[in-house]
């Protein structure tokens, strides 16, 4: 029994991750303030209007527009999170218990922070809508896709571009509840949960050992934050721009959602398909 305690359930074992990681001050990113600021340079006042409004596919911005500020974010999140796992590198081996859980912590709370930005440049809804600690279902069972996405799984990208295409189709200005929390699409997110409550148990171990030898430990963990959080920032950046639901649009914000019976598009990001595998399969290349 203590065994299968200590293999337990890495799907619960990623949720606890990411719901602590969405407490942690500054994670959650402000919708019309990040619009506000992200587009100003390149977007007119009434446009930006509209985004925040509605979205900026509504809005009518240009993907080639909003692929750029993309990069920004992630150029900026990327140095960001690179810089702080550098710096917990540097106390070396007596200071792992310390640092090692909040150098995880950081990280995942800067792939939410990237996640966000993302989602609400390419017209996801607002993920944090009180200004509560809770994270409702719905946002969890997305956010653990946007993830999948990241590490490259098979799964969760059909997932996305399935939860995707029924807020497009239905022009919905939240998720969908029921399609995320018990319909078709929650057997995937429960999937891909568990590939990455495993898939991070791994990653925290090769960061624990980078960690080992000062200064050079430091070096390493920074540049090894450097090298897998970038490539998935721009994995999950690429999925969400081909998605029908960032194509810009003139249609008004309106309606229900609706669930589990609306089919699923066949977005552009299925040609990426080289470098998603399915999460029973072999890890994805960076």
Known sequence: MKQGKEVENPESRFFALLLAAAKLPGVRINREAYLRSAL?????EDDIRRAIEETPATAGIPVEVLDKVANDSIRFETAKVSALSAAAGIPGIMALPATVPADTAQYVGHMLRIAQKLAYLYSWPDLFSDDGDDVDDATKGVLTLFFGVMFGTKSANVAVGKVAGMMAEQVAKKLPQKALTHGVVYPMVKKVAGYLG????T???????????????AAVSGGLTLATYL?????????????????????????EVV???VPFPTPRAEQHGAEATDVELEEPQP
């Open 40 to 44: 100003a340079r390149r977007c007119s």
């Open 198 to 201: 495993v898939k991070m148990t």
């Open 203 to 217: 990653q925290s171990f090769a960061t624990t050992v980078s960690k080992a030898i000062p200064l050079v430990g």
């Open 231 to 255: 490539p998935m920032a721009k994995r999950l950046k690429r999925h969400l721009a081909d998605l029908p639901l960032a194509q810009p649009s003139d249609r008004v914000m309106e309606g």
């Open 259 to 261: 669930e589990d019976q």
